[in-house]
């Protein structure tokens, strides 16, 4: 019996880790699958969709208006390219056009056909062939049929222009749902009736007219015009604000008609290629708002569709960016996150780094140094005195071990270079001194400014500080030098800054994009502030990488990779450097004697 209870425990157990795991899995599932489209703005856009008004609206010395709803008699004052008439079908067709085509020559005119939806598909048919077959000898002249018209017959009859009354989101819904064959091979015509509306409430209203407008750009191409139809002169203020603001967009003109182009990027799973602009987010129902954070930072909430980020509220940086679209549904307190990635090229202009100090070695000195490895000291955190935690002696060095280390190592005729020499003599460019060792420090802590650096400049020798970009002048559990102390230390021609990641990334746990991200946007920040690195280094935090990342850093175009731990001989090559760890419990007799068993031959 106990027997079989053991065994129905172990059952219960393992079907409830499996349910864990699937549900797990279902939510991860949920969360990371896109629920929204993100657009960015193409900056070499033109307009797509071109937007006129009722004649009605216009006054009589009209120069902003040239695309208008009009009747023969109301359009004979008005300074128009382009009119949509409302024509009803009668005996008198063709003598109607002829007289629409001289009246309006020179002038493009959409002919919004009037056909009584009760006719039968076959009465339907004829008057199509009868208007077609008219219309085809005018070039100006363009024939409009109703959706519902379109819809009838569309399967046998080509269409070219369709026009939608749209008075409400119900009326949106609709464009969304055109047949395929049909999205194909029409452009269509809107007849935006929302402000005429008396049924919707103010904030109901502005909903409409921001989901008809802005879904045009993103997802409902097909439409090409867009004719306001109400009494924009009466109008609440908020409503000719958004009217304003629509017209005022670079894809939509009072002017041009029918020029095709692709107003907005739409940002997929990898790196996209572009230049910063006007992000926005297709329609989605019941979203309460839409939070974004660029690089890691907030820098917006919009409660509105089409929930616009604009350009001059983010700062891009030069490469590879992460924007992160948050996206909080009501009733829903977990909300959905999107991440996407842009790579942004020439954004700020890069000025050289400061000069070195330090000798570069002729390629005559190739030969000088015949062993496989290298020597790179590794150290943290310098302080006065050392706790006495088997961590503080781990990260920390005392100020004074770390000056007889230098003693020790210059009496022993060891001579300092940096990566710059390094990568040199790999590229055959450069060779190496007799006994070259490279001394660097990670994480970019005060004390390497207010410690190291000043025994530095004392023996003239150089070093590489690899610095986590996004934590530089912040105290996170121990302080970090500023931007303008890595300025002063690179100027001395001394210290060179490298990098240990943005946000001192475990880069083997990440995506391909995030790895990208975090190396790219390091040494984005790194040249912003400091000036074009002449050799780019990256040292993995914690050492965690595998061969993807190596792969990926390398494509970023990350000369050196610093990987890990040299614990036995072997051989220093460009992407795969191991350091010597420098603890405080390292004497320099100790140190020495480390170098020396690593190097030889």
Known sequence: MKKTRKRYSILLIILIAIGMTVFF????????????????????????????????????????????????????????????????????????LEEISKKYAGKKVWINIGLNEDMSVG???????????????????????????????????GFKWISHKVESNEDIEAIYNLPEELKEQVKVLINDYILENNKLSLSEQLDAISRLYYSIPMNIGQVKLIFNQGDLNKAHYKIIDLYNEIVSENW?????????????????????????????VSYYKDIEFVEYKFNDQSVQKSYRFPFKLKEE??????????????????????????????????????????????????????????KPYIPVLMYHEFKDVVGESDSEQSISVSTKLFEEHIKTLLDNGYTPIHFKNLEDYFK?????????????????????????????????????????????????????????????????????????????ALLDELSENEVRYQVSMSFARIEEELGKRDVKVLAYPQFQHNKKTVKWVEEVGINLQVTNLAKIRGVTKPLNVKRIHVANTTSPEQLLEMIQKLTMK
């Open 428 to 504: 055959q460019k450069g060779g190496l001194p007799e006994k070259p060792i490279i001394l660097t420090t990670d994480d970019g802590y005060l004390s390497n400014y207010t410690i190291a650096y000043p025994i530095l400049e004392k023996y003239n020798i150089p070093a590489t500080y690899f610095i986590t970009s996004a934590y530089v002048g912040i105290d996170t559990t121990m302080p970090h030098f500023t931007w303008e102390q890595a300025k002063e230390m690179e100027e001395s021609g001394l210290v060179d800054i490298q990098s240990h990641t943005h946000g001192h």
């Open 252 to 280: 939509i003109s009072t002017h041009k008609i029918e020029e095709d182009t692709t107003p907005y990027i739409k940002l997929q799973e990898g790196i996209n290629v572009g230049n910063p602009g006007e992000f926005l």
């Open 123 to 157: 009465e339907l048919r004829k008057f199509h062939e009868r208007i077609e077959s008219l219309i085809e000898e005018y070039e100006n002249i363009y024939s409009v049929y109703d959706l519902d018209i379109a819809l009838k017959l569309y399967k046998t009859h």
């Open 313 to 370: 509220v983010y700062e891009g940086k030069n490469g590879i960016n992460k924007i992160k679209i948050i996206v909080k549904l009501k009733g829903q307190e977990v909300p959905h996150v999107q991440e996407y990635y842009l790579d942004f090229k020439d954004m700020t202009k890069v000025g050289e780094r400061s000069e070195r100090l330090t000798p570069d070695y002729p390629v005559a000195m190739q030969m000088t140094y015949e």
């Open 25 to 96: 899995m279902i939510f991860q599932g949920r969360k990371n699958t896109p629920i929204v489209d993100v657009y960015l703005d193409n900056s070499n856009q033109q307009h797509i969709v071109t937007y006129g008004v009722n004649a009605a609206y216009i006054d009589g010395n009209n120069e902003k208006w040239k695309i208008a709803t009009a009747t023969i008699d109301e359009s004979d004052d008005l300074n128009l390219e382009g009119i949509q008439l409302m024509y009803t079908v009668s005996d008198t067709l063709e003598q109607d």
